[in-house]
């Protein structure tokens, strides 16, 4: 079986068990249900949802533990997305292919989804307690995800992100938004992947370090495909960055050394993948088609 092939199987497996969490478009609230389905349901990569899957199974996780977080995951993800769109963020209209949430819905609608997906991400995950004896791995898991998720981690992230749009950065505060925007929710998803699973203290720590450095190269290579890419090919408006008058990798050094950062950040990242305990060749071939796509 190709990777492609693989790649199509873990997707189908993660789209079953999101779709189960979704919630029912029913009730006097039935609007701000049909917008958090549409919104899930628009598509996407499932990129965290299936990472942290697959590193669950790389250190021999087992059981329905890990299904709600991987729901989780995604509604947190397509929550930052539904924000990012907003006329007072980003103010785009068209992502993975389709009509944005508020455009789609109205503004109001649009940050109540988004809001309502950040919430329900944390209600979902928690019904992992009654998947798992093992309490305080669950408990861990949920803390993992919220710090990741919030003003420590991603919601910090975009907090810089907004108030230093059109400011020229330097490398130092560009990497700390990257860090916190783009990294924290990948190293949530592989962390709570290797926790649910009961990995050691060693090899979580060493898990973070490994999303962290292919979370960086991911967000660069995002930078690139901004410039290089056709709307068509990323699903969303390309010269976004531009537009906005976003510091980025590109801004700073150009492609070609862009390029090469995120080359030496993907050397290092499976380098480091030597030293964990299990071994999973999807999840590596995984790691390495995030830095090198082109869309």
């Known amino acids: 079986m190709t990777f492609e092939e693989e790649l199509a199987l873990k997707t189908e497996e993660v789209e079953e068990i999101i779709e189960r969490f979704l919630p029912r478009e029913e009730g006097l609230q039935k609007t701000i249900f049909e917008a958090v389905n549409y919104s899930v349901r628009a598509g996407g990569k499932r990129l965290r949802p299936i990472l942290m899957l697959e590193t669950f199974r790389l250190f021999d ?27 007072c963020m980003d103010n785009d209209t068209l992502r993975r292919g389709k009509e944005t949430t508020w455009h789609k819905y109205g503004e109001d609608m649009g940050v109540l989804s988004g809001d309502a997906l950040m919430m329900y991400a944390m209600e979902t995950a928690s019904d992992a307690f009654s998947y798992n004896l093992n309490t305080r791995n669950v408990g861990t898991a949920l803390g993992i995800l919220a710090k990741k998720t919030g003003i420590y981690g991603m919601i910090g992230g975009q907090t810089v992100d907004v108030e230093e749009t059109g400011k020229k950065l330097t490398e130092e505060q560009l990497d700390f938004i990257y860090s916190l925007k783009t990294c924290a929710l990948l190293e949530a998803a592989m962390m709570c992947g290797a926790v649910l699973a009961d990995a050691s203290h060693e090899d979580v720590l060493n898990v973070e370090k490994i999303a962290h450095k292919i979370g960086m190269a991911f967000q660069i290579r995002d930078d690139i495909l901004d410039v290089t890419a056709t709307t068509e090919e990323l699903g969303k408006n390309a010269g976004s960055d531009e537009k906005n008058e976003k510091t980025t990798y590109v801004t700073l050094y150009g492609i070609e050394e862009a390029e090469k950062k995120v080359e030496a950040l993907t050397e290092e990242a499976v380098h480091e993948m030597e030293n964990l305990t299990g071994e999973n060749r999807f999840l590596r071939e995984l790691l390495l088609s995030l830095v090198r796509r082109n869309k």
């Open 61 to 87: 996780g087992h059981g329905k533990t890990i299904e709600p977080f991987i729901a989780a995951v995604e509604f947190i993800h397509t929550s930052s997305l539904i924000h990012d769109d907003l006329p």
